[in-house]
């Protein structure tokens, strides 16, 4: 296998997650729906907002690397929901169908032989495709340890005992 196939098997890999780090289905598997709009303690945010924060970011990043007239939401009010905010069974459901798609286009983009890794991206000088998959897979990875955090903290059914 060539360096740049191991390249791309490991960059799906990381953004899939499972190795160093548990994946986001095992994640939000089983999560009670009555408890997602619950308070986490000395966090200032419910349980939902953690989610909706990495789709929005997510889709952020991905967006940066293929809409060259992209426009990133404000820091921090477009990428955090409001303080309090509540939600529905049925958008939470929304938001983890999101947070599917988009993910399944960023590892798209990894696997792709045809992607240049490290060349600029052409509307962003500076920045390439490598640093974003890099960094959607990093935010992901450090939000879903706070989530799953979270669960255990709220004896929200931890997926995972160690």
């Keep these: 296998m060539s360096d740049n196939a191991v390249l791309r098997k490991e960059l799906v890999a990381l953004l899939k997650g499972g190795n160093a780090h548990m994946g986001f289905d095992e994640a939000v ?19 939902w907002h953690v989610l909706e924060h990495m789709r929005i970011v997510q889709w952020d990043i991905l967006e940066f690397i293929r809409d060259p007239n992209h426009v990133s939401p404000a820091f921090p009010d477009g990428i955090w929901p409001k303080k309090g905010a509540e939600e529905t069974p ?20 990894a696997s792709d032989a045809k992607t240049d890794f490290f060349g600029p991206i052409p509307h962003a000088k500076g920045y390439t ?25 709220l004896n929200l059914k931890p997926v995972k005992e160690y």
């Design 29 to 47: 598997s089983g999560l009670p729906m009555d408890r997602i709009n619950e308070d986490v303690p000395h966090a200032g945010y419910k349980v």
């Design 90 to 109: 049925a958008q939470w459901k929304k938001i983890v169908k999101a947070i599917r798609k988009d993910l399944k286009a960023l590892e798209k983009i």
């Design 129 to 153: 495709v490598f640093r974003e998959l890099v960094l959607a897979a990093d935010h992901n990875a450090s939000h879903l340890g706070e989530f799953v955090t979270i669960r255990r903290i």
